[in-house]
């Protein structure tokens, strides 16, 4: 999906976070969907389900499993821009209206970058959000996810050796 709307008029989601893993183990936690579906998405609401065609024009899936309903979310996108290790760029849009209303295409944007003392930091931007009231549900769903996120990789960090297998 190209995006051909100005998506500026919009609002944006930006965050940044430092994992305290090596670049290439977050890089793979982003991009290999075995590893995603295992932390991906909120807390009350976690991937049960993650495909890709990692390239770019590919398409990538997810969906969230509501714990306390069973609800299933779905969610895809195209992948724009691949720079492996240092920026992922990709097409989001729910299946289903969600939140206020019918799904709206948005973007989201990841920068990965190594800290001094070995860390990664991740500067990550959701753009062309529909509403406020959506910009305030992904903030919840994309900290929640972050926060998976790193209890994952502090889980996984040794096992790997912090390093690609």
Not at 27 to 32: H, K, N, Q, S, Y
Not at 43 to 63: L, M, N, Y
Not at 134 to 161: F, Q, Y
Request: charged content about 25%; some cysteine.
């Amino acid at each position: 999906m190209a995006v051909t709307e100005d998506l500026s008029t919009r609002p944006t989601l930006h965050m940044t976070r430092v994992f305290d893993a090596p670049r290439p183990l977050v890089w793979m936690a982003w991009t290999r969907p075995e590893m995603a579906v295992q932390w991906m998405g909120p807390v009350e609401w976690p991937a049960i389900s993650a495909t890709q065609d990692f390239r770019v024009g590919g398409e990538w899936r997810k969906c969230l499993r509501s714990v306390e309903t069973g609800e299933e979310l779905w969610q895809g996108g195209t992948y724009l821009e691949i720079v492996e290790n240092e920026r992922l760029v990709f097409t989001f849009k729910w299946d289903e209206s969600h939140e206020d209303g019918p799904p709206a295409d948005t973007v989201v944007t990841l920068l990965f970058t190594d800290t001094a003392d070995g860390r990664t930091h991740m500067d990550f931007t959701h753009a062309g959000l529909k509403s406020r009231r959506s910009l305030d549900g992904h903030r919840h769903g994309w900290t929640s996810t972050a926060d998976r996120l790193e209890a994952w990789l502090a889980a996984n960090k040794d096992e790997t050796g912090g390093t690609p297998s």
